[in-house]
């Protein structure tokens, strides 16, 4: 059975910091992993990875996929206190459609 | 662009009612439309994927019955929950993803909240 899990499940830090989330996954025959960060509502995406080695940014945020160790890392430079949301981790394998989600990291930025 | 829809955004019923929840996407063609629900400081657990013109297919422990989804077209989903109980009380999600090969970036709607008294 395909299955992700995200570390640490909660995570404090102050306005400033820097954060690394960690997301790591067993799926059959991997397509791609999918990084969403969920506020009050619903999930916003922000990185779909489908390569190993190539690091994926937008702004604060950066992403990279290791295939050969299963896992990705989500890291947020110079945090601020809009950064707090659960950030969520997910797979699909080839021929699914469907997205296996982890658990969510609980991100709180205090200022 | 990737904009989806939901409404209502809450509802609040009585027990042994159904809802109809609705889920649209905006400003593109979804061939396949997703269903969550989300329990407070939990994770989505898909119920069903539901693709254009075909049946829904639900994920195990998910009732058929209870949760009666039509896809009806290319932007339109709804979910119908039938006779509305206290537990089902919960945050419901859709999502669509591209008409398109190989797409699985799933967008996301704002989700429902539903509180059945």
């Known amino acids: 059975e395909d299955k992700v899990v995200q570390s640490p499940l909660s995570l404090v830090v102050h306005e400033g910091d820097t954060v690394t989330l960690n997301c790591s996954y067993e799926v059959t025959n991997f397509r791609s992993l999918l990084w969403y960060k969920q506020e009050k509502k619903a999930p916003t995406f922000l990185f779909m990875l489908t390569s190993s080695g190539i690091e994926k940014k937008s702004g604060r945020l950066s992403s990279i996929l290791d295939k050969k160790e299963l896992f990705s890392i989500l890291n947020i430079t110079a945090t601020q206190t809009g950064d707090s949301a659960i950030y969520l981790c997910?797979?699909?394998?080839?021929?699914?459609?469907?997205?296996?989600f982890g658990q969510g990291t609980r991100l709180t930025i205090n200022p | 662009g990737a904009v989806v829809s939901q409404h209502p955004s809450w509802v609040i019923c009585k027990s042994g009612t159904s809802v109809k929840i609705e889920c649209r996407s905006l400003?593109?063609?979804?061939?396949?439309m997703f269903w969550y629900r989300q329990f407070p400081k939990q994770s989505l657990m898909l119920m069903a994927t539901?693709?254009?013109?075909?049946?829904?297919?639900?994920e195990q422990g998910v009732e058929k019955d209870k949760f009666l989804i039509n896809h009806a077209s290319l932007t339109l989903s709804t979910l119908t929950v039938t006779s509305a109980h206290p537990e089902d009380s919960s945050f419901y999600i859709c999502s669509a993803s591209f008409h398109r090969p190989l797409q699985e970036t799933q967008y996301f709607g704002p989700g429902t909240r539903l509180l059945v008294l």
């Open positions: 997910a797979v699909v394998g080839q021929g699914a459609q469907k997205l296996v």
């Open positions: 400003d593109f063609q979804a061939t396949t």
């Open positions: 539901s693709n254009e013109g075909s049946k829904a297919t639900y």
